[in-house]
């Protein structure tokens, strides 16, 4: 994995691709539209506090395997208004969506 201060932007992007969503916008932060659905996602890593928006509809969080499950934590303590799920990525094209809006309790 490279240094974990870099979030993994390229990763995001290719599994929404991959998964047949058009994507616009750069940076860390990008829309995903499929169909109906859209779906902001952030690239993040777990030493990034600002990376939690306030408001939003369905979000989705991509993030290094090792700070995944803080993530959730975080997340689920701040309780935000919106729909949102956590991917982990490995340093190759390995994936895996650790929390999900039908996950919850």
């Given at each position: 994995?490279?240094?974990?201060?870099?979030?993994?932007?390229?990763?995001?992007?290719?599994?929404?691709?991959?998964?047949?969503?058009?994507?616009?916008?750069?940076?860390?932060?990008?829309?995903?539209?499929?169909?109906?659905?859209?779906?902001?996602?952030?690239?993040?890593?777990?030493?990034?506090?600002?990376?939690?928006?306030?408001?939003?509809?369905?979000?989705?969080?991509?993030?290094?395997?090792?700070?995944?499950?803080?993530?959730?934590?975080?997340?689920?303590?701040?309780?935000?208004?919106?729909?949102?799920?956590?991917?982990?990525?490995?340093?190759?094209?390995?994936?895996d969506v650790v929390h999900a809006p039908s996950m919850r309790a």
């Amino acid at each position: 994995m490279g240094p974990v201060s870099i979030p993994p932007v390229e990763q995001a992007r290719s599994i929404f691709s991959e998964l047949g969503y058009t994507l616009s916008g750069d940076g860390t932060e990008f829309r995903a539209e499929r169909e109906w659905k859209v779906v902001h996602v952030t690239a993040t890593t777990d030493e990034d506090e600002d990376s939690i928006p306030d408001s939003g509809s369905l979000r989705c969080f991509v993030t290094y395997r090792e700070a995944a499950e803080s993530l959730v934590r975080r997340l689920s303590d701040l309780k935000p208004d919106y729909e949102w799920a956590v991917i982990s990525v490995t340093d190759g094209s390995g994936y895996d969506v650790v929390h999900a809006p039908s996950m919850r309790a």
